[in-house]
């Protein structure tokens, strides 16, 4: 299995500021023959069903504010809002999709406001 | 808009099975990959399997023995059959859609139903 780590486990940035977040693959989700990152980031808020933000590790999803971005290659990857709104308030999960055996996601970072 | 609504028994007891079904509105179930992710507080996030259109699936091993899931194109439905559920199973079930040519990276989600096993 591939084991997902994600740090900090939560995170207080103050508004406008920038936070960070940090996921780490036990192996590499880096799939040669096509040089992609089987990563992708969600967005949990309470009481909803996670968000895909970020696929392919750093291509946003449709209609995601420009503040999120993904980067990162082969274990170690890292989203990053850029200008935190208070909207952003969720718990963040990596999941890689390289796979085919079992999809894993990280435990999640709590990130709140300061 | 797509949109997805599990639905099925939140009760369920030791031992028996765990059946939820997935309606999909707003787009049709053919040409996508369908999973059953569940969610509790021990364990975070976890796949349980997919099913494509045509029938074929895939499972996470740690439930292979237990499950099964379906699709049903003519009713625009997926199903997820879990059998000798413990207090482990209890968690929140969703129903998801995955990208178009996409296996396993997730862009549609049921609002879940929260299933307990006792």
């Given amino acids: 299995d591939i084991v997902m780590?994600?740090?900090?486990?939560?995170?207080?940035?103050?508004?406008?500021?920038?936070?960070?977040?940090n996921?780490?693959?036990?192996?590499?989700?880096?799939?040669?023959?096509?040089?992609?990152?089987?990563?992708?980031?969600?967005?949990?808020?309470?009481?909803?069903?996670?968000?895909?933000?970020?696929?392919?590790?750093?291509?946003r999803e449709s209609g995601v504010p420009d503040r999120f971005s993904g980067s990162g290659s082969g274990t170690d990857f890292t989203l990053t809002i850029s200008s935190l709104q208070a909207e952003d308030v969720a718990v963040y999960y990596c999941q890689q999709y390289y796979s085919t055996l079992l999809y894993t996601f990280g435990q999640g970072t709590k990130l709140e406001i300061k | 808009q797509v949109q997805l609504q599990e639905s099925g028994p939140r009760l369920v007891k030791p031992s028996e099975t765990l059946s939820l079904t997935c309606t999909v509105s707003g787009d049709s179930i053919s040409s996508y990959y369908w999973s059953w992710i569940r969610q509790s507080p021990g364990k975070g996030l976890e796949w349980i399997g997919?099913?494509?259109?045509?029938?074929?699936?895939?499972?996470?091993?740690?439930?292979?023995?237990?499950?099964?899931?379906?699709?049903?194109?003519?009713?625009?439905?997926?199903?997820?059959?879990?059998?000798?559920v413990?207090?482990?199973d209890t968690?929140?079930?969703y129903c998801v859609r995955s990208k178009r040519n996409m296996v396993a990276t997730f862009d549609y989600w049921g609002q879940g139903t929260l299933v307990t096993v006792s």
């Fill in chain 1, 5 to 21: 780590t994600q740090s900090p486990d939560s995170l207080a940035v103050s508004l406008g500021e920038r936070a960070t977040i």
């Fill in chain 1, 23 to 59: 996921c780490k693959s036990s192996q590499s989700v880096l799939y040669s023959s096509n040089n992609k990152n089987y990563l992708a980031w969600y967005q949990q808020k309470p009481g909803q069903p996670p968000k895909l933000l970020i696929y392919w590790a750093s291509t």
């Fill in chain 2, 50 to 84: 997919y099913t494509y259109y045509s029938g074929s699936t895939n499972y996470n091993p740690s439930v292979k023995s237990r499950v099964t899931i379906s699709v049903d194109t003519s009713k625009n439905q997926l199903s997820l059959r879990l059998n000798s």
């Fill in chain 2, 86 to 88: 413990t207090a482990a």
């Fill in chain 2, 91 to 93: 968690a929140v079930y």
